[in-house]
Nanobody, 128 residues
Framework: VQLQAYGGGLVQAGGSLRLSCAAS????????MGWFRQAPGKERTFVANIHSNGRNTYSAGSLKGRFAISRDNAKNTVYLQMNSLKPEDTAVYYCAALNMGTSWEYRFFSKPERYDYWGQGTLVTVSS
């Protein structure tokens, strides 16, 4: 299984980026997918998750309205659209595949340990 995250980079505050995560080696359409981020010296935190059906999504409370997750099962790709970026959004962003047996509930999909597969991360740097 491979999850390849890309699309990160340097952006000014107020700008936008779209991250992509291409999956291979798994039945992508069967997996809920998530994004996490890890800032320097901090723990990995939940950003968003999308159900395998592509219709149900959840973004962390502080990010709602700015970040949106989506997926294209035909392309085996999950996306994270990030708008109105702030310097505090600077982090390495990781995509991950949730264990298929996990109930799609926030108390589960917000926990990194519930995920079976992880991408390598892509760095987003937001300058002030």
């Amino acid at each position: 299984v491979q999850l390849q995250a890309y699309g990160g980079g340097l952006v000014q505050a107020g700008g936008s980026l779209r991250l992509s995560c291409a999956a291979s080696g798994l039945t992508f359409s069967s997996y809920p997918m998530g994004w996490f981020r890890q800032a320097p010296g901090k723990e990995r935190t939940f950003v968003a998750n999308i159900h395998s059906n592509g219709r149900n999504t959840y973004s962390a409370g502080s990010l709602k309205g700015r970040f949106a997750i989506s997926r294209d099962n035909a392309k085996n790709t999950v996306y994270l659209q990030m708008n109105s970026l702030k310097p505090e959004d600077t982090a390495v962003y990781y995509c991950a595949a949730l264990n298929m047996g996990t109930s799609w509930e926030y108390r589960f999909f917000s926990k990194p340990e519930r995920y079976d597969y992880w991408g390598q991360g892509t760095l987003v740097t937001v300058s002030s």
